[in-house]
Nanobody, 125 residues
Framework: QVQLVESGGGLAQAGGSLRLSCAASGRTFSSYTMGWFRQAPGKEREFVATISGRGGTTYYADSVKGRFTISRDNGKNTMDLEMNNLKPEDTAVYYC??????????????????WGQGTQVTVSS
């Protein structure tokens, strides 16, 4: 199993930016479809973005499309989420996730087997 660790969370003002990073262990990182999810207090885990193993295909939730960008560097075993024009409703714990399944619009948390511990993102108004 791959080990995942998120970093880069923190406090930002509305309209500001943050960049999250997910570091993965192992040497087969490119075999994994990766995703970002978030969970706000009292709410279920929500899909944010996903990226295919080689980074050639991405898909975003409508709520973040045009504001967030998912990317990966398989040479460094990392995946990033660049968040721009942040809104208070973006406040949540953000999780990275990995799956050995081939990329196929994997928006459900149940399709991912490996999860990081999460990093808090707080956006003030």
């Amino acid at each position: 199993q791959v080990q995942l660790v998120e970093s880069g969370g923190g406090l930002a003002q509305a309209g500001g930016s943050l960049r999250l990073s997910c570091a993965a262990s192992g040497r087969t990182f490119s075999s994994y479809t990766m995703g970002w999810f978030r969970q706000a207090p009292g709410k279920e885990r929500e899909f944010v973005a996903t990226i295919s193993g080689r980074g050639g295909t991405t898909y975003y939730a409508d709520s973040v499309k045009g504001r967030f960008t998912i990317s990966r560097d398989n040479g460094k075993n990392t995946m990033d989420l660049e968040m721009n024009n942040l809104k208070p409703e973006d406040t949540a714990v953000y999780y990275c996730a990995a799956s050995l399944a081939a990329w196929s619009f994997m928006t459900s948390p149940t399709k991912y087997d490996n999860w990081g511990q999460g990093t808090q993102v707080t956006v003030s108004s």
